[in-house]
């Protein structure tokens, strides 16, 4: 049960803290702080997949050939996922474009930001399941996972504001339906915590999945923005930051081993 007790207070400690800070980093503070952010989840994620999820899953007993499909099942089954939501954020935006034209109000054109608060909150489900996958392991691991979870989010959670206050959804309005959303992360990690406690065959494959979240979100969402910036004055500063999040995460792994 202490186990189970870490989950829950690890997914409410980073829905909460993610969802407060990326409020904040929207309605007040400079977009530089979340470009340092940026950074720094970058070296978070990669580092903690590449460097301790990966390993436990191996240690788990998975095959080489069976954590390589899982890797690759994952990433590409992300980016069909990512490709299908983008078309429907098109699809959808034409038509917000269409409803502004007849007049309709702003809270009809919310219900249009409606499926992000669906998409976000199976995605805050996925985060919680990984977290107690890797505290099922050891605290090391799920304190550096909770952590690389929380910094992705940030970035994540500051995008679904622009989006649902771009759609006519007020803040009070869209700080709420955050906040609910949110929760699914809870039901993921208690949901998690029973179904791989009694069932830890499928413990390295969720490790494995988990890590192809990290490496993907990383490569696809996060370092792309990051490259089309050529100047070395300010790409110095961008790899310290990264080697920051490498350092975060090794350190927090090492928690209790």
């Known amino acids: 049960m202490v186990t189970l007790a870490f989950i829950v207070v690890a997914n409410i400690a980073s829905t909460a803290i993610s969802l407060v800070l990326a409020a904040l980093f929207t309605f007040r503070w400079l977009s530089g702080m979340v470009d340092r952010l940026v950074h720094v989840s970058i070296g978070l994620l990669l580092a903690t997949a590449l460097l301790h999820i990966i390993p436990e899953a191996l240690a788990g007993g998975i095959s080489a050939g069976a ?41 009809e054109v919310g219900r249009g930001a409606y499926p992000i608060l669906v998409a976000d909150a199976l995605h805050n489900f996925t985060d919680g399941v990984v977290i107690a996958a890797a505290f099922l392991v050891d605290a090391g691991a ?13 970035p994540h959670e500051i995008g679904d504001f622009m989006i649902l206050l771009n759609a006519g959804v007020s803040r009070r309005r869209s700080f709420l ?75 927090a792994a090492s928690i209790d081993r």
């Open 67 to 107: 954590l390589g499909w899982t890797l690759l099942v994952g990433i590409l089954g992300l980016f069909f996922l990512e490709k299908i939501t983008l078309i429907h954020h098109t699809h959808h935006h034409e038509g917000d474009g269409h409803q502004h034209e007849h007049g309709h109000d702003a809270q």
């Open 177 to 251: 339906f955050l906040l609910l959303s949110g929760c699914s992360a809870l039901l993921g990690g208690v949901a998690g915590y029973f179904l791989l406690a009694s069932a830890q065959a499928l413990l390295p494959y969720v490790l494995a999945v988990a890590a192809a979240s990290f490496i993907y979100i990383a490569l696809s969402d996060l370092l792309p923005e990051l490259m089309r910036r050529s100047s070395l004055r300010n790409s110095l500063p961008e790899v310290g930051y990264v080697l920051m999040g490498v350092v975060i995460a090794v350190i």
């Open 142 to 154: 799920g304190l550096a996972t909770a952590l690389a979870v929380l910094a992705h989010e940030i």
